[in-house]
C-alpha cells in the first residue's frame, strides 16, 4: 500500500525548502515581478548552498536534477522513497515562496531533467553541474511536439542544427540547451533526438525575451540555430532511429518533469490557501473542519472545496513521483497529476483572489501575482487539454492516431 505521507527520510528537507521559500524567496518576490528580465542575483547563493547540499548527499533531489529513471536498486527490497519524490515535495515548498524564482534557479533547469531522464551514465558525469534549459516548441509546433522541424544533421564527428525553438525557460541565463531536432523528418517522431548545445556556440542566438502574464522572475527565450555544429558525442541517449520504439525516448522525459510541473502548481496553489484562511480568519469567518460545508458561510465552503481540490492534486503528484522512484510505469499518473493539479492549480489562486475580495485583487498582498503565476503551470510540458489526452487515450488504450 503507498503511504502519502512526507516520508521521515524527507522531512528535514521539506523543512529546508520550506525555509528558504519563506525567508529568500518571499522578501524579494514582489521586486522580481516588476523587474522582469532583471537577474536575480540573490539566487546564486541560493544555488551554491544547494550544490554544497546535495555534495554532502544531504539534498538528494533537492530540485529538477534530482529525478532519475534508473537509480541503483535498492537492496531492502521494499518500497522507495527516493529522488524524484524529494524533488515534488522540496520544488513546491519553494513555489510555496515563489514560482518565477524556482524556474531560475540555476543548475534545476527542465533541460536538466531531461539529462537526468535520458542521458547515458557518462553523459550524465560530463553535464554535471551544467544548468539546461529544454527547447522543444517551435513557431509553428507546440502541443504537437512530435511535428517539430528543427533538424540536426551529421556530418563527420558533428550535428548541424538549423532551426528556431521558442518560449524556452531560463533560454538566455541557462549555460546549456537541450534542442529537440529531427535527424531525418520522413522517418516521422523516431527520429526525433535531443541534444545539448552548450551557450557560447556560435550558431546559436538568443533572438529575444519574451514579456509574460506571470513568472516574471523567469526569462522566456526565442533562440535561433543557425548551422550550430554540436559534438555528436552531445546527442542524448542512443543515435540509433528505432521506429518500433517510436517517441518513447524523448517522451520519457515528460513522465519525470510532468509531476514536477504538478508540484509547482501544488506549492502555489497551497501558497494562496494559506494566506486566504488567515485573511478570512482576520475577517471573522470561520472554518470548521468538522461539520459539512454547506452548513457553513459561503466564503468558509467555498474554502473547503479549494483545498479538497488541493490535496487530489497534492496525492496524485506524489503518487506520479513514488512510481517513478519505484521504477513502475507512471506515465498515466504523470499526466493526471499534472492535468489535475494544472486545473486546481489555476482555480484555486483565482478563487482565493476572490474570496479576499479588493485585497486579493490589489498588489498590497501576494494573492494576485499567484493567480498570473500559476496560468503557465497549467500550459507549459504539455496543456491541460493534452494531459487529458493522453490520459484518454491510455484508459480507453487507444494510440494517438486513433485519438487525437
Ligand atoms: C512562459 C512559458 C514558458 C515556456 N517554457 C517552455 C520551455 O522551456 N520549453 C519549451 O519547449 N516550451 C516552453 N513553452 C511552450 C509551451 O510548452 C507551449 O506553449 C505549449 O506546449 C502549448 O503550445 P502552443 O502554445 O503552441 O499552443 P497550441 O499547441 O497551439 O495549443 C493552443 C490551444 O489548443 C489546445 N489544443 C492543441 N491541440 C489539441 C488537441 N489535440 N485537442 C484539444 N485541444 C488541443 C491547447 O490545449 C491550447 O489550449 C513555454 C511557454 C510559456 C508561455
Not at 529544454?134 to 558533428?158: F, K, N, Q, V, W
Amino acid at each position: 500500500m503507498i503511504n502519502l505521507e512526507t516520508p521521515r527520510k524527507h522531512r528535514t528537507l521539506v523543512d529546508q525548502a520550506h525555509q528558504v521559500a519563506m525567508n529568500m524567496l518571499r522578501p524579494i518576490s514582489r521586486k522580481y515581478d516588476r523587474e522582469e528580465h532583471a537577474y536575480p542575483q540573490e539566487l546564486d547563493l541560493l544555488a551554491a548552498m544547494i550544490d554544497g547540499l546535495s555534495e554532502s548527499g544531504s539534498a538528494e533531489g533537492a530540485g529538477a536534477s534530482g529525478v532519475r529513471r534508473d537509480e541503483a536498486e535498492d537492496d531492502s527490497g521494499g518500497v522507495r522513497n527516493g529522488a524524484n519524490l524529494a524533488s515534488v515535495m522540496s520544488i513546491a515548498e519553494m513555489c510555496w515562496g515563489d514560482t518565477g524564482l524556482l524556474l531560475s534557479m540555476p543548475r534545476q533547469g527542465l533541460g536538466n531533467s531531461a539529462i537526468a531522464s535520458v542521458a547515458t551514465p557518462e553523459q550524465q558525469e560530463r553535464y554535471a553541474g551544467t544548468w539546461a534549459a529544454m527547447a522543444i516548441t517551435e513557431p509553428s509546433t507546440g502541443s504537437d511536439s512530435a511535428s517539430i522541424s528543427t533538424t540536426a544533421r551529421l556530418d563527420g564527428d558533428e550535428y548541424v542544427i538549423n532551426g528556431e525553438k521558442i518560449y524556452v525557460t531560463s533560454g538566455e541565463r541557462a549555460d546549456s540547451v537541450v534542442v529537440w531536432a529531427t535527424l531525418d523528418k520522413s522517418l516521422g517522431r523516431a527520429a526525433i533526438k535531443s541534444f545539448v548545445v552548450r551557450k557560447d556556440n556560435p550558431g546559436m542566438k538568443v533572438e529575444r525575451l519574451e514579456h509574460k502574464l506571470g513568472i516574471r522572475a523567469s526569462d522566456t527565450a526565442a533562440i535561433t540555430f543557425t548551422d550550430c555544429r554540436v559534438p555528436a558525442e552531445d546527442l542524448l541517449g542512443s543515435p540509433d532511429i528505432d521506429v518500433k520504439q517510436g517517441f518513447a525516448g524523448a517522451m520519457a522525459t515528460f513522465d519525470n518533469t510532468r509531476p514536477l510541473v504538478a508540484a509547482m502548481a501544488v506549492g502555489c496553489a497551497r501558497a494562496s490557501l494559506d494566506l486566504t484562511r488567515d485573511l478570512l480568519e482576520q475577517a471573522g469567518v470561520e472554518i470548521d473542519y468538522d461539520r459539512p460545508a454547506q452548513v457553513q458561510s459561503a466564503a468558509a465552503a467555498t474554502f473547503l472545496r479549494l483545498e479538497a481540490d488541493w490535496e487530489g492534486a497534492q496525492l496524485l503528484t506524489m503518487q506520479a513521483a513514488w512510481m517513478a522512484d519505484n521504477r513502475r510505469p507512471n506515465s498515466l499518473e504523470a499526466s493526471m497529476a499534472k492535468a489535475k493539479a494544472g486545473r486546481v492549480g489555476s482555480d484555486i489562486t483565482l478563487s482565493c483572489v476572490q474570496l479576499a475580495g479588493s485585497l486579493g485583487y490589489s498588489e498590497v498582498e501576494l494573492l494576485e501575482k499567484w493567480s498570473r503565476d500559476s496560468k503557465i503551470l497549467d500550459i507549459f510540458e504539455g496543456t491541460q487539454q493534452i494531459q487529458l489526452l493522453i490520459v484518454a487515450r491510455r484508459l480507453l488504450g487507444l494510440t494517438s492516431a486513433q485519438l487525437r
